[in-house]
């Protein structure tokens, strides 16, 4: 997947747009205020912005105008992870900083959000809109009894309502945390109860593929297995009344209060996100109001290169870490595009129908999403204005070399092509986008600011140019503070510093180049172990699902009871494909010439559909445990899943084999 067998890269900055960026405004700022080097470009600052992280991340707050209510009494004061403590003394608010834009009159009627449903028609929520709304539902909230510390949920899609009762509730000091209305009951409750929320946010039922899905029944199951909730507040987005008990969305968002900001700790929670929890409850991971708030200017100011005028859209759900990132492109004074409906509804090209609609000018999306449109014969230039796009980024796995090509050659051979990784668990990215730096086929541009990130074997020692396990040697502010209802703090050990004391080790593969660009091979707790050789599963994934025949694909290795080693290939076909011997003889020569004669599986099995965690990641762990024998209640949290009849099927090859 390295760009070795073609050094030139895809895309090159030219010097204006290098001069233009704001990293390279930062830079130039940084060597005159804080000792930054003034010569060298990004690899010089990436250097100093962990050699030097005190200064790096003092100098973000300053550069931003961070507004500390009261002043810290250093940047770090234990750096030790876990538990490092950023900005002691200091406190603030994430909603204030989110809702500035507002105070400038020249800017408070341009639009803060513009909402999309599958009608395509934008429609905006100017800044003085929203912040007004904010204020009103913030003072509800308090007259509702909501403190500091207590915790709000949202049931809700990705819709404006989200975002300011979001920012409401980070305005009073609560915390925040939601589910996407796709999810089941019994998945929301699995995350929801383990932090008992006082207020639930929900819908009547959402659209999706062009049609309503009713979700009353699934709030009235929430309302009555939640006993900690003080008040529901019903968004009638299909029109229904608010059911009895509940307040309506109206009747919480009509004052004119100026919001009032509660000034926090910079450690104090703002949210809490949770893993997929596919083998047993969601971790709840609790973030801070002062870490996202720092690590998402530093991402979304100079990674990103987002400001006043540009217009941020990234299709994700409510469910997934990337709706939060989404939303703190507000930090920056960015419009930012909210899409509530299925990607690919009416046609595949959906999205960037919405790119044009909006104007965006970062498009962010799933590198399967870019993959389906290869597929689909999808033409973005040809058949949308898409002139104001400079960006497009792409997460939720590693986007294969033939995703960067086709995004080169069918929307801009000048395309900034911003492939990034980073997780739920940081609520950002180690890797990724670097405006002033080339795009190379196959690779993230490079480690971000202030993340020591390394690839570490198994020793501990680094490595250039090989494997290695995705490691992070020094703090991030947005690392979580803790997960919920781990009072000794031993399942946050135990789920990234237990392999490295003292080390973040995230549990993907990646092989970092000796230009210091970076490669991600896919999960190291799923990896393949051939003959001593250790692979990714997305080096096998990016081969095979070229051919027009896979949809998609699933690789497992299994360690066998007599010390054997078995490595099946499950494949999703095409609509009329068929796995005749053809297909399976040219899946093997394609995984035997472009990868090795060790990635060829042993059998290759047509399953009608590859199971997914919620946020659409492929489940390959709890695959790999149902075909080692372990039962499917044992093997999987079923409300983690997407369709657990898929699961189902693994389950009985695992008892056909035994």
Same mark, same amino acid.
């Given at each position: ?8 890269p ?9 001069a233009?960026?704001? @990293? ?8 005159e ?8 470009? %990004? ?14 991340w003092?100098? @973000?707050?300053?550069w ?12 770090l ?6 538990g490092?403590?950023?900005f002691?003394?200091?406190s &603030?608010n ?13 800017r ?10 599958e ?41 404006p309502?989200?975002?300011? #009762?979001?920012l409401?509730?980070a ?6 945390t ?6 089941g #009951?019994?998945?929301?409750?699995d ?10 946010f929900? *819908?009547?039922? %959402? ?10 029944r ?12 003080? /008040? ?42 949770y ?5 047993? =409850?969601? +971790? ?12 998402? %200017?530093?991402?979304l ?7 006043p005028?540009?217009r941020?859209?990234?299709y ?33 090209? /959906? ?8 104007? /965006? ?8 999403? *870019?993959?389906?449109?290869a ?14 796009i400079?960006?497009? #980024? !792409? ?6 070399p ?6 080169h ?17 940081v609520?950002?990215c ?22 020591? =990130?390394?690839?570490?074997?198994p020793?501990? +020692?680094p ?8 490691? *992070? ?18 399942? %946050? ?5 237990d ?18 660009s ?6 190291s ?24 025949e896979?949809?998609?694909s699933?690789?497992i290795g ?15 076909? #095409?609509e009329? /494909? ?12 394609? $995984? ?11 059998e $290759? ?5 590859v199971?997914?965690?919620l !946020? ?11 075909l ?5 209640? +044992?093997?999987v949290n ?6 657990l009849?898929?699961?189902? &099927?693994?389950?009985?090859i695992a008892?056909?084999?035994?």
């Amino acid at each position: 997947m390295t760009s070795a067998a073609n050094p030139a890269p895809l895309w090159q900055p030219d010097s204006d747009r290098i001069a233009a960026a704001r @990293v390279t405004r930062f830079q130039a700022w940084a060597a005159e205020r804080h000792g930054a080097p003034a010569d060298g470009g %990004y690899a010089a600052l990436h250097r100093w912005s962990v050699a030097e992280l005190e200064t790096f991340w003092g100098a @973000v707050a300053e550069w931003f105008d961070i507004r500390f209510a009261t002043p810290f009494t250093r940047v770090l004061g234990d750096r030790s992870m876990p538990g490092a403590q950023w900005f002691p003394g200091a406190s &603030l608010n994430y909603a204030e900083h989110a809702l500035r834009t507002a105070d400038d009159p020249a800017r408070a009627h341009e639009p803060a959000l513009l909402h999309v449903d599958e009608t395509h028609e934008p429609a905006p929520v100017s800044w003085s809109e929203l912040r007004r709304q904010v204020g009103a539902l913030a003072a509800e909230l308090r007259a509702l009894g909501v403190r500091p510390g207590d915790r709000v949920s949202g049931y809700l899609p990705n819709i404006p309502e989200a975002v300011t #009762a979001l920012l409401a509730t980070a305005a009073v000091g609560a915390v925040w945390t939601s589910c996407a209305p796709d999810f089941g #009951a019994r998945s929301v409750l699995d995350r929801f109860q383990q932090v008992e929320p006082v207020v639930l946010f929900t *819908v009547d039922g %959402y659209r999706y593929g062009g049609k309503e899905h009713d979700r009353t029944r699934t709030v009235a199951e929430l309302r009555g297995e939640l006993p900690s909730l003080r /008040a529901v507040v019903h968004i009638p987005l299909l029109g229904t009344p608010a059911p009895e008990g509940a307040l309506d969305w109206s009747a919480v968002t009509t004052g004119d209060a100026e919001p009032v900001y509660e000034h926090v700790p910079f450690d104090h929670p703002l949210w809490v996100l949770y893993s997929s929890g596919t083998t047993g =409850l969601p +971790k709840a991971i609790v973030q801070s109001q002062g870490g996202i708030l720092l690590e998402h %200017y530093k991402q979304l100011g100079l990674h990103c290169d987002l400001g006043p005028g540009d217009r941020f859209f990234w299709y994700t759900s409510t469910g997934w870490m990337m709706w939060n990132f989404l939303v703190s492109g507000l930090l920056t004074g960015t419009t930012v595009v909210l899409y509530d409906g299925s990607p690919g509804h009416p046609t595949t090209g /959906a999205q960037w129908k919405i790119a044009e609609a909006t104007g /965006a000018t970062l498009f962010g999306t799933s590198a399967a999403y *870019v993959m389906a449109c290869a597929k689909a014969d999808v033409h973005p230039a040809r058949d949308y204005d898409l002139s104001r796009i400079g960006c497009v #980024a !792409t997460t939720g796995s590693p986007l294969p070399p033939d995703g960067f090509r086709w995004l080169h050659d069918e929307v801009a051979d000048d395309l900034w092509i911003a492939s990034v990784s980073g997780g739920t668990d940081v609520c950002s990215c180690f890797a990724g986008a670097v405006p002033t730096l080339p795009v190379h086929i196959g690779e993230l541009q490079a480690a971000c600011l202030g993340t020591d =990130l390394q690839a570490w074997d198994p020793d501990g +020692k680094p490595l250039v140019g090989e494997v290695g396990e995705l490691v *992070v040697t020094n703090p991030m502010p947005s690392m979580p503070i803790r997960f919920w209802n781990d009072p000794d703090g031993s399942r %946050y050990h135990d789920s990234y510093f237990d392999v490295y004391p003292g080390v973040w080790r995230h549990g993907d593969w990646i092989t970092i180049t000796p230009t210091g660009s970076v490669v991600i091979h896919g999960r190291s707790d799923s990896t393949l172990n051939r003959q001593g050789v250790r692979m990714g599963s997305a080096d096998i994934y990016e081969a095979v699902e070229r051919l027009p025949e896979i949809r998609e694909s699933l690789v497992i290795g299994v360690e066998q009871p007599d010390g054997g080693y078995w490595m099946p290939l499950f494949v999703h076909l #095409a609509e009329g /494909a068929e796995l005749d011997d053809g297909l399976r003889d040219r899946i093997r020569r394609t $995984i035997r010439e472009q990868l090795s004669p060790r990635h060829v599986p042993d059998e $290759i099995i047509e399953v009608p559909g590859v199971p997914h965690t919620l !946020t659409g990641k492929r489940i390959e762990v709890p695959v790999k445990r149902l075909l080692q024998g372990t039962p499917l209640a +044992k093997a999987v949290n079923p409300g983690s899943v997407d369709n657990l009849e898929l699961l189902r &099927l693994y389950e009985d090859i695992a008892r056909s084999r035994a």
